[in-house]
């Protein structure tokens, strides 16, 4: 039986070697027939640490690696473009506090 491939979002890198990978599809709702989105969390084993959050990987089917991890990392289809708010708030605030500064001892 041919091992099964999916694409989907990185959601967390907290962990070595380990990524959560959340793999969305569109079901049909039986009663009213409305498409409704739903989401698979996969463990993947990621042995360099290339991905990151943000990314859109592409996984296989592997033996079971650990207790949750049954994936395994086949390549980054897309580099994710997130941007940390809270690094951002902190160089504009030091940024702001050295202008501050310099402009004290001008005067």
Same mark, same amino acid.
């Given at each position: 039986?041919?091992?099964?491939?999916?694409?989907?979002?990185?959601?967390?890198?907290?962990?070595?070697? =380990?990524?959560?990978?959340?793999? &969305? *599809?569109?079901?049909?709702?039986? @009663?009213?027939? %409305?498409? !409704?989105?739903?989401? +698979?969390?996969?463990?993947?084993?990621?042995?360099?640490?290339?991905?990151?959050?943000?990314? =859109?990987?592409?996984?296989?089917? &592997? *033996?079971?690696?650990?207790?949750? @991890?049954?994936? %395994?990392? !086949?390549?980054?289809? +897309?580099?994710?473009?997130?941007?940390?708010?809270?690094?951002?708030?902190?160089?504009?605030?030091?940024?702001?506090?050295?202008?501050?500064?310099?402009?004290?001892?001008? @005067?």
């Amino acid at each position: 039986m041919p091992k099964r491939l999916v694409v989907g979002l990185v959601t967390s890198d907290k962990m070595k070697k =380990t990524r959560r990978v959340e793999v &969305s *599809r569109l079901v049909k709702y039986p @009663k009213y027939g %409305k498409y !409704v989105k739903r989401r +698979t969390v996969c463990y993947v084993h990621d042995e360099d640490n290339s991905s990151a959050v943000g990314d =859109t990987v592409e996984i296989v089917e &592997s *033996r079971p690696l650990s207790r949750l @991890k049954r994936w %395994k990392l !086949v390549r980054i289809v +897309t580099k994710g473009n997130l941007i940390d708010v809270a690094a951002l708030r902190a160089a504009a605030k030091s940024a702001a506090a050295e202008t501050q500064a310099a402009e004290s001892e001008n @005067k």
